[in-house]
């Protein structure tokens, strides 16, 4: 199945503090999402984006298909932002969502 | 924005009991996920569902597990005799339409202890 590797596993930023979080994935993908998952394990969408570049406030994403990664931005970095965030995509031919081993971050006041 | 609901937040159950995950995925969406996470650990696909029946299951997606969809509306996750392992945060998801047309939204999960 595809393989989807998400780097660094660990962050830890002080606040205001911008940082970029990557997702390499093995095969084309028709379908790439953006999760942060908070203290209380919600998987909260972030972007559904398998392709181009969107902005949503402080964080943005880019995914390069035909180069088979992903990126996330996160800008002036808040407390808040702490948590994991998932990488999760979904090819054509099979449709389950698979997940990437998350990166853990940790935002310091 | 639509949600998928998820019932119990939180159960605690004795080893060997049946247990039953509810969930209310959007209302015109076609296929139907479940996921678990282990705590600590990844996000891992355990079934999908489409047309009322299974399109695809994991190695996880044992004899003990089964879904249903019985009402048009729910869809449910039973474990037959639970164990310790499958201690977990369980996730329902559905999508509509074609695969590279939509996103696939969670629910807020249901943590399941097995004591």
């Known amino acids: 199945g595809i393989q989807v590797e998400q780097s660094p596993p660990d962050l830890i930023l002080q606040e205001g503090a911008n940082s970029t979080l990557r997702c390499n994935f093995s095969?084309?993908?028709?379908?790439l999402q953006w999760f942060h998952q908070n203290p209380w394990g919600q998987l909260i969408n972030l972007f559904y984006?398998?392709?181009g570049t969107k902005q949503n406030g402080r964080l943005s994403a880019t995914t390069v298909a035909t180069e088979r990664y992903s990126l996330l931005y996160i800008s002036s970095s808040q407390t808040t932002d702490s948590g994991v965030y998932f990488c999760?995509?979904?090819?054509?031919?099979?449709?389950?969502?698979?997940f990437g081993g998350g990166t853990r971050v940790l935002v310091k006041p | 924005e639509p949600e998928v609901t998820q019932t119990p937040s939180h159960q605690v159950t004795q080893m060997g009991q049946e247990v039953i995950l509810r969930c209310v995925p959007i209302?015109?969406?076609?296929?139907f996920y479940w996921y678990r996470q282990i705590l600590g650990q990844k996000v891992e696909f355990l079934v999908s569902?489409?047309?009322?029946?299974?399109?695809?299951k994991s190695e996880i997606f044992d004899d003990q597990f089964s879904v249903e969809r019985p009402d048009g509306s729910n869809f449910t996750l039973k474990i037959r005799s639970t164990k310790l392992e499958d201690s977990a945060m369980y996730f329902c998801?559905?999508?509509?339409?074609?695969?590279?047309?939509?996103?696939?939204?969670f629910g807020s999960g249901t943590r399941l202890t097995v004591v």
């Open positions: 998801a559905s999508r509509g339409g074609q695969i590279s047309l939509s996103r696939y939204t």
């Open positions: 984006i398998p392709s």
């Open positions: 999760a995509v979904a090819r054509a031919a099979g449709n389950k969502l698979t």
């Open positions: 209302s015109n969406h076609l296929y």
């Open positions: 569902f489409y047309n009322n029946e299974i399109s695809e």
């Open positions: 095969d084309s993908v028709n379908n």
